[in-house]
């Protein structure tokens, strides 16, 4: 079975269908498994349809489909919550994920929607791998003792750890500034800066070694 992590769409619906055609060019007839790591909406012009195109995959029973919940999604559930949060997801790419739904306000959002990116997990493994959006706590030993905080934001604590999780973390959140993937021992990262004019990336994965069999990415 291959597995295919996705990085960051931050609303790039165009780069996410030219992938989606790759992974199927790629896994021909072979059985697979799709492995989304959050940020599908703010920033881009189109997470409306990125939204729609991830619930309609997921709806699809022929298919394996996992999305995790991202910071950019955390913040948006925040801002429904507390309008002391609404400014902060605004300047946050917040106002163009208002515009895809030709919306004014956060209330306008499709309660649909809304509540898909509510139940939203925040970790997945495969046996191998460990999935989530940022990274993991290296200060917590067990990764079951992660919280929820630390699997949608964390940044610089885990991103300079050498730390053996126990299974090869994968994740986006931090944007590489070259537009590829970062491969360590520890973590492969393929936030590719899809919405800063980088790529797309999704990173292949069977179920025989841990490590990336290689990538694929839309432009």
């Known amino acids: 079975m291959l597995t295919f992590a996705v990085g960051d769409v931050h609303g790039c619906l165009p780069l996410l269908d030219a992938l ?32 729609a195109r991830l619930r309609g995959l997921q709806a699809d029973p022929e298919r394996d489909v996992v999305c995790l919940m991202g910071n950019h999604e955390d913040l948006l559930l925040r801002a429904t919550m507390r309008s002391a949060m609404l400014q902060n997801w605004l300047v946050n790419g917040g106002d163009a994920t208002l515009a895809s739904y030709r919306a004014t306000q956060v209330a306008e959002i499709p309660p649909d929607d809304l509540d898909w990116i509510a139940r939203l997990p925040t970790s997945f493994e495969d046996g191998r791998r460990c999935f989530v959006h940022a990274g993991l706590n290296p200060d917590v030993q067990d990764r079951a003792a992660q919280s929820d905080l630390d699997r949608l934001w964390i940044r610089e604590r885990f991103l300079a750890s050498d730390r053996d999780f126990g299974r090869l973390v994968v994740h986006g959140h931090t944007p590489r500034a070259d537009g590829r993937p970062e491969i360590r021992p520890n973590r492969i990262n ?30």
């Open 20 to 51: 989606l055609a790759k992974v199927a060019d790629h896994a021909a007839e072979r059985r697979h498994r799709l492995v989304f790591l959050g940020d599908y909406i703010d920033r881009g012009p189109a997470s409306a349809g990125v939204v």
């Open 190 to 219: 393929v936030d590719t800066a899809a919405v800063y004019g980088g790529c797309l990336t999704a990173a292949i994965f069977d179920d025989a070694t841990d490590a990336p069999l290689g990538f694929l990415h839309a432009r």
